[in-house]
């Protein structure tokens, strides 16, 4: 799919294919086991629930969501080998300067992300970010932050190696999810999201 321009100066590529079914595969089972997955808690509504999947990361400066912070952290040895490379096409795919990946585990269909944007302070203004995605598809759900009238979400499924960029004003006029599907229906997916911080989070 070529960029797909929004309203409100937003746009959107998926790359699909961008990494073949092999290399997907491969990453996969090797962020599986060489990670350290967690499921932390977070804040919601004013109430903290734990997060419904498991979440791992790696980035040179703290990052702070949804009330809890992410300490800087160094990809596993083992990893960096593949994952720098990697690290590097995704920039310059993305068009873009990266220092902090969030990784994203869902175990299956219940395993969610509901909507937000990626909108924190020290990500700066109209940040661009990247999601690369490995295992089964699972569709994002993409909104406007306030829709018109009879607007509809954007669904896209990401299939295994494809890799998604939102740009422009995307994270200040949108919304995105990963919403619920029948547990039956889906297996384990990883997303690799590409971020870049400006700097610590204000204590």
């Known amino acids: 799919m070529s960029k797909l321009e929004l309203s409100l100066g937003a746009w959107v590529e ?8 092999q290399e997907a595969a491969a990453l996969q089972q090797v962020l599986t086991r060489e990670l350290g997955w967690e499921q932390r808690e977070i804040v919601l509504f004013g109430k903290r629930i734990l997060q419904p999947r498991l ?3 790696a980035g040179q400066l703290p990052y702070r969501y949804s009330g809890q912070t992410l300490e800087p952290r160094a ?4 990893l960096e080998p593949q994952i720098l490379p990697l ?4 920039a310059q ?7 902090h990946v969030l990784i994203n585990r869902y175990r299956d269909g219940n395993d969610t992300m ?3 944007a990626d909108a924190e302070p020290e990500l700066g203004p109209d940040p661009v970010v990247a999601t690369l995605s490995l295992g089964q598809t699972r569709c994002l ?8 009238a009879a607007e509809k979400a954007l669904r896209f499924p990401l299939s295994a190696g494809s890799l ?7 994270q200040r006029h949108y919304r995105h999810a990963i919403p619920k599907q029948a547990a039956s229906d889906v297996g384990e997916r990883i997303s690799l999201t590409f971020r870049r911080v400006l700097s610590p989070p204000a204590r």
């Open 141 to 148: 759900s993409l909104r406007a932050q306030r829709p018109r």
């Open 164 to 170: 998604l960029v939102m740009g422009g004003t995307c």
């Open 14 to 21: 998926l790359l699909e294919s961008w990494l073949s079914a």
């Open 75 to 78: 990809w596993p040895p083992a």
């Open 55 to 57: 979440i791992a990361w």
């Open 93 to 99: 795919a993305a068009g873009a300067a990266f220092n």
């Open 87 to 90: 690290c590097e096409r995704v």
């Open 114 to 116: 509901g909507y937000h």
